[in-house]
């Protein structure tokens, strides 16, 4: 017969715990390996049955950018005055997606996986955090398309713009996480959370420039006071989308230095890396409240 | 000998909300008609498993069996007293945790193994006994979206039966699958036993108990009733078949236990 179990776990110098403890988001790294197959899981399951597969996550995007070149580029091009505006709205897009994506199915996370929240003392962090390792996954493809209509429409990229770029990624990606962890243990307790959050996601487009340009934010201050120009910066995913455009629109356009002086607030970097501590700030909080509210997570899902 | 379960004067309550939404709620209060009120499932109760042990957890339904499994797998937290267990647990309680109907049996073998805690080196070693026992064959690699609910049971169940765990919890066993698989279970329950890992069965068939367990906890309304022998435990509970006809599982369940 085998070799007893409690001998071969050396289970007396294992100590007695807490069934239920665990560490939060260090946990998740610990357990990095789960963490993995769910995220893989996730991103299997979304094409699984469909022919082209993969190919959508390059299909989808590729399209609205066609579409966005042909509305804004050709049919609006001179109202807008302003050179490759459908790249200008084009990166725009892939972080404010990147954000949405994150916070909507983070908000759902514990919902859609309520099966294994249910059963198994999994540590719960992990399904928001899985749900933005996805969402991050499909940026790829959005970045690629990205990439290749800045190469065509001729483009001298520069290392302070891939600095930017990804900076603004890291404050997405530390904002979406700590959005996801917080919603996702209200939406469990208060159901209506998830339409609420789905209501302001559908304006965060709206709330960041790029479906027009940065100067029509400064305008807002001589039309209708200092202070708005101030509160719409207050945004951290407006200052994503400046980031990102600082690293590739304003690469493309011809008269380069005059945008970087228009197109951009002066203090770009500085408010990157304050918007970057205080998101940070946000996850130990949006830790600190998911880890009071689990609590109560598995009776009332 | 090590102690494996500690469970100390443990209570878990729950609340009962009788509306769902503002105005059910508004219409509630007006009439002032109570909106939701509290119970305890589990009140108070106390006891210790050492490493080994076999227990059989019975009662009625919503006597709070299931509260407690998910106290003590660590799913649940108590509201008052502690719990606390020594090494990894596993069993029968997420048995196809995590399974994607789109993806294949081999798939959510690796998934459902990490959520009860393998790492993939075990996975990878254990694999060909999981498939083996799990015996689906050739639709090892189709979705499980295809499979019948009896295969799709016997996966998630093999998983369970392999992990290396030193508590293992049961509490679905005999619900699904035909019957060479619910004795090919019963078996490896009883090796499971055998190898000294304390187990915790929940059942409420006499016979696999009698089987199955050295002790017996007998819950009634979320306290202790009983705590002790087998042979008594079953008697406290009138599962003996003294004051009624034993019913046809009942004896199906002696069958299959005698099988073993």
Known sequence: MAERVSVRHDLERIPLTSPSSTSGLLEVFRRRYLLRLLVRREIQARYAGSTFGLAWSYINPAIRFATFYVVFGLILGRGLNQENFAIHLFAGMVIVHFFTETVTSGTRSLISNRAVVQKMAVPREMFPVASMLVSLYHTIPQLVILTIVCLATGWSPDAEGFAAAFLGFLIILVLGTALGLLFAAANVLFRDFGRIVQTFMNMVPFTTPMMYPFVLVADLGVQFGEIWPRLYMLNPVAEAVLLIQRGFWVTTVSNKEEELGQAFPDDLWSRGFIMFGACLVLLVVGQLVFSRLEKTVPERL | ?260
Not at chain 2, 103 to 129: C, Q, S, V
């Open chain 2, 1 to 260: 000998m090590v102690t494996s379960i500690v469970v100390d004067n443990v209570s878990k309550q729950f609340r009962l909300q009788y509306h769902r939404t503002i105005k059910q709620m508004a219409m509630a209060k007006v009439r002032s008609q109570q909106i939701s009120d509290k119970f305890w499932a589990l009140d108070g109760v106390s006891f210790e498993v050492e490493q080994g042990e076999s227990i059989g957890l019975m009662g009625l339904n919503g006597s709070g069996k299931s509260t407690l499994l998910k106290l003590v797998s660590g799913v649940m937290q108590p509201d008052q007293g502690t719990v606390l267990t020594r090494g990894r647990i596993s069993g029968l309680i997420a048995t196809g945790a995590g399974f994607h109907q789109q993806l294949t049996g081999r798939e959510n073998i690796y998934m459902n193994a990490a959520i009860l805690g393998m790492t993939e080196d075990e996975t990878n070693e254990k694999f060909d006994d999981i498939a083996a026992f799990a015996d689906v064959g050739r639709f090892m690699d189709t979705p499980v979206g295809n499979y019948s609910s009896g295969m799709f049971a016997r996966l998630g169940f093999s998983v369970a039966v392999h992990v290396d765990c030193d508590i293992f919890i049961a509490d679905e066993v005999l619900a699904v699958g035909d019957r060479p698989f619910k004795k090919k279970c019963l078996a490896r329950m009883q090796e499971i036993r055998e190898s000294g890992i304390t187990l915790f069965y929940v059942s409420h068939a006499a016979g696999s108990v009698k089987k199955m367990c050295d002790r017996v906890i007998v819950l009634e309304q979320g306290r202790v009733g009983y705590d002790g022998d087998v042979e008594e435990g079953i008697k406290y509970l009138h599962y003996d078949g003294s004051d009624d006809e034993p019913d046809a599982e009942e004896d199906l369940d002696e069958e299959l236990a005698s099988d073993i």
